[in-house]
Structures are given as C-alpha cells and as structure tokens.
C-alpha cells in the first residue's frame, strides 16, 4: 500500500511516516519502480506501536535507540519490558513527567494564591 493509505491505516499521517523513518523509527520502505514508498501490513502494525509508544508519552528521541524492539511488540502487543521498573528509558520519562508535575502543581499554588489577594484598586 502506498503511504497515505498505511497512515490511513494506522491513524497516522504520510508526514508522520516519513519524520518516523527520517529518525530511524522506521526502516526505509521498498519502493515501487516510480520511487513511491509501498507499506506492508508488518509496516502498518509497527507504526501503531510507535504511535501507542508515543501517546503514552515517550518521546521520539526516547524511541530512536530502540526500534529493532517494535517487532517484540508487534509480535506480541502484550509483552512487557523485561525489566520490571521499565527500563532507564521509561524511568527517565517518568521522571521527566513528575518534574513537569510537580512544576504545574507549584505554579498552579502560586496563581491560586494570587487569584485570592484583595485588588489594589
């Protein structure tokens, strides 16, 4: 299948298929004899794991270093991390995710506070 039909497929967008392989998330697709990309069910499959991967906060730049694991996760939707914590990659984006927590907690508290103040007027 031609590219906006495997984005189509896997709720993606051609412009996302082609920034995923540009960062080495996806390999580079066959190509029909015209030079268009051609996708396959496998391909379609890999893309929905990269897109779960990323809406459940993993970065890009999280994923780069990993890509040759997407086809564990294809094979097997289920399979877990070995590790039981994760991973330093999942450890790293928990934390990056609690800092930014815990920085919108703050700065919530501080416009609350400010909100409560008596108007100078």
Excluded: K, W
């Excluded at 984005?7 to 996302?16: C, E, K, M």
């Excluded at 990993?66 to 914590?85: I, Q, T």
């Excluded at 991973?87 to 501080?110: C, F, K, Q, S, Y």
């Amino acid at each position: 299948m031609r590219i906006g039909d495997a984005a189509a497929a896997a709720g993606a967008t051609p412009r996302a298929l082609r920034l995923y392989e540009q960062r080495g998330l996806l390999p580079p697709p066959a190509r029909t004899t015209s030079g268009q990309r051609c996708y396959d069910s496998t391909d379609v499959a890999r893309i929905r794991v990269i897109r779960t991967l990323l809406s459940l906060g993993l970065t890009i730049e999280d994923l780069r270093g990993h890509a040759e694991s997407f086809d564990l996760l294809v094979a097997d939707p289920a399979r877990r991390c070995a590790n039981a914590s994760g991973g330093p990659v999942v450890r790293r984006r928990l934390a990056a995710l609690d800092a930014e927590i815990a920085r919108l907690t703050r700065l919530r508290a501080a416009l609350a506070a400010a909100a409560l103040r008596p108007s100078a007027d």
